[in-house]
């Protein structure tokens, strides 16, 4: 039962990053939906590393380069994820109070990608394989 209170909660957390994704879109104060194309980011981010999982046996505990390449790639694009909005303030496209409240709903949506891999990542009775 611990995996569904799990799921229930990162499934809050992802409502809650979209949430405040569409509030620095969507608030007539800003008014701009350039900051959506960070759902490409989101969708792209978990991508490199469940490949690396379904190529790579996990049972030499040594170093391995296609993991390590996977966090790379995961950790370029998780980080042009937070610069995107950044780039989109300093050049004047999105007001500044809309690049923190996307850069909140980066911190919460990572926050909730990193969850779902660290509760259902492991090869237990409970995984995310039987979704």
Do not use: H
């Not at 569409?22 to 759902?39: E, H, I, Q, R, S």
């Not at 969708?43 to 379904?54: A, E, Q, T, V």
């Not at 780039?87 to 007001?95: G, K, Q, T």
């Amino acid at each position: 039962m611990a995996g569904i209170k799990a799921l229930i909660s990162l499934s809050f957390g992802g409502a809650i990053g979209l949430m405040f994704l569409m509030l620095g879109c969507a608030l007539p104060v800003y008014d701009k939906y350039w900051p959506l194309f960070l759902l490409f980011f989101y969708i792209l981010s978990p991508i490199p590393y469940c490949i690396s999982r379904r190529v790579v046996d996990d049972t030499d505990s040594a170093s391995n380069a296609c993991k390590e390449l996977a966090i790379f790639l995961t950790t370029g694009i998780v980080i042009s994820a937070f610069g995107l909005p950044i780039v989109f303030a300093r050049a004047e496209v999105i007001a500044w109070g809309a690049c923190a409240l996307v850069l909140t709903g980066n911190v919460v949506i990572f926050g909730t990608i990193l969850g779902f891999f660290l509760v259902f990542g492991s090869n237990d009775d409970f995984s995310w394989q039987q979704w």
